[in-house]
Each structure stands twice: as structure tokens, then as C-alpha cells.
Antibody
Framework: EVQLLESGGGLVQPGGSLRLSCAAS????????MSWVRQAPGKGLEWVSG????????YYADSVKGRFTISRDNSKNTLYLQMSSLRAEDTAVYYC????????????????WGQGTMVTVSS | DIVMTQSPDSLAVSLGERATINCKSS????????????LAWYQQKPGQPPELLIY???TRESGVPDRFSGSGSGTDFTLTISSLQAEDVAVYYC?????????FGQGTKVEIK
């Protein structure tokens, strides 16, 4: 069964850091680009960051550029999001999502989503 | 960034009736060389992650009931639920993957009348 399982969320103070993980199973992880998508409480979906299958190419939303770093360890089938200089507006459920096809990054829909991990930035 | 605008924000439909959701992009998401529209539709039920329904604007994802269909091209798209079922109560999002960053519509909440 194809599955994504996020972890690492929690309560953090403004200015703090947090690292999210997403463990993948049931597919050839290294073949697929992956992304993080977030959803603030009661709000819509916002793409945050993406990475190619090899990890050689990374992409960021302007809202997190310079503060968040996406990476992956294909030997561990795991995707990461290192978040620093966190702000109240980063409070959201963070989903990892797999692209449907094996083409170039960010040129396909997201066919598999994890259950999400909640990040709360508050003093 | 490509802005995606959905209408309406919410709609209430009787069981068995048709539900129609519109999505408009601020620029074309049709890639001319492949003649593909880089447009997807997702369903999100309360407390759950989004689920892919439609990609390339009109291709139904495996396992999605055939009462869900997508249409449109260029900048104007539609998701149709031909006969609304109780389990279709959810928020529906369109998303473009033509440009970077990928962007989503604001969502349309579908309820039972």
C-alpha cells in the first residue's frame, strides 16, 4: 500500500525551529518528486516547497524562502522540512504529497497525501 | 503566480441532483505542445487530507466514481458531480501545476440541501 506518514509537528515559539519528516512506503521513493503543502486552521491549501526525485532541485514558496529547507534521504525513503525563524502565520497542518508522474518536478498533480502534522507557532 | 478563483464559495444541492463547481485561472494552463491542461481537482473531507479526483483537467483518478467529471480548457474549468451522494459532502479545490509555484483555488464547500 502506498503510504506517507508525517511526524515532527508540535508547539514552538516564534523565532524557533522545527524539523518535519515524512516516511514513504509502497512505491519507489527516489523516482518521484515530493512536496510539502500546508493548511492553516479553517483555511485553504498552500504549496510550501518541492524537491526532485534525486534531491538535486528544490523549490520554495516566497513566503518561506530563506527560512525553510526541503531535503530527502532516498536510502531511508524519507522527506524532510527544516523550518526556522518560525512565525505565527506558519501555524498550519503540514502535508507531504507525492507527485503522480515521474516527470519533471512540479509538473503533475499530487496523487498521494499523508495525514498531516500540526505545527503551532505561539508564545 | 497564477491565481485560481473558484465559484461559488459554497453550494447546497439535493441528494441525487447535479453539483457544478467552476475554477478560473489568471492565465492559461494549457501547454500547447502536449495539448494538456495542467489542472487538477481534489476533494477534502473534514479532518482528512485532500484526495485527488481529476488530473489533466478531465482524467479521473483510479477508483474515483464516474459521477465525478472534469471539463474545460485554457482558463476556465468545471468539476461536475452528476448525482450528489451523502459521502460527497466536502470541500473541493482546483489546482494548477502549469506554473511554479503550484497554486490552489480557495475551495468550494458542498453540502446537502
Amino acid at each position: 500500500e502506498v503510504q506517507l506518514l508525517e511526524s515532527g509537528g508540535g508547539l514552538v515559539q516564534p523565532g524557533g525551529s522545527l524539523r518535519l519528516s515524512c516516511a514513504a512506503s509502497g512505491f519507489t521513493f527516489s523516482s518521484y518528486a515530493m512536496s510539502w503543502v500546508r493548511q492553516a486552521p479553517g483555511k485553504g491549501l498552500e504549496w510550501v516547497s518541492g524537491i526532485s526525485g534525486s534531491g538535486g532541485s528544490t523549490y520554495y514558496a516566497d513566503s518561506v524562502k530563506g527560512r525553510f529547507t526541503i531535503s530527502r534521504d532516498n536510502s531511508k525513503n524519507t522527506l524532510y522540512l527544516q523550518m526556522s525563524s518560525l512565525r505565527a502565520e506558519d501555524t498550519a497542518v503540514y502535508y507531504c504529497a507525492k507527485e503522480r508522474g515521474v516527470g519533471a518536478p512540479l509538473d503533475d498533480a499530487f496523487d498521494i497525501w499523508g495525514q498531516g502534522t500540526m505545527v503551532t507557532v505561539s508564545s | 503566480d497564477i491565481v485560481m478563483t473558484q465559484s461559488p464559495d459554497s453550494l447546497a444541492v439535493s441528494l441525487g441532483e447535479r453539483a457544478t463547481i467552476n475554477c478560473k485561472s489568471s492565465q492559461s494552463v494549457l501547454y500547447s505542445s502536449s495539448n494538456k491542461n495542467y489542472l487538477a481537482w481534489y476533494q477534502q473531507k473534514p479532518g482528512q487530507p485532500p484526495e485527488l479526483l481529476i488530473y489533466w483537467a478531465s482524467t479521473r483518478e483510479s477508483g474515483v466514481p464516474d459521477r465525478f467529471s472534469g471539463s474545460g480548457s485554457g482558463t476556465d474549468f468545471t468539476l461536475t458531480i452528476s448525482s450528489l451522494q451523502a459521502e460527497d459532502v466536502a470541500v473541493y479545490y482546483c489546482q494548477q501545476y502549469y506554473g511554479t509555484p503550484p497554486t490552489f483555488g480557495q475551495g468550494t464547500k458542498v453540502e446537502i440541501k
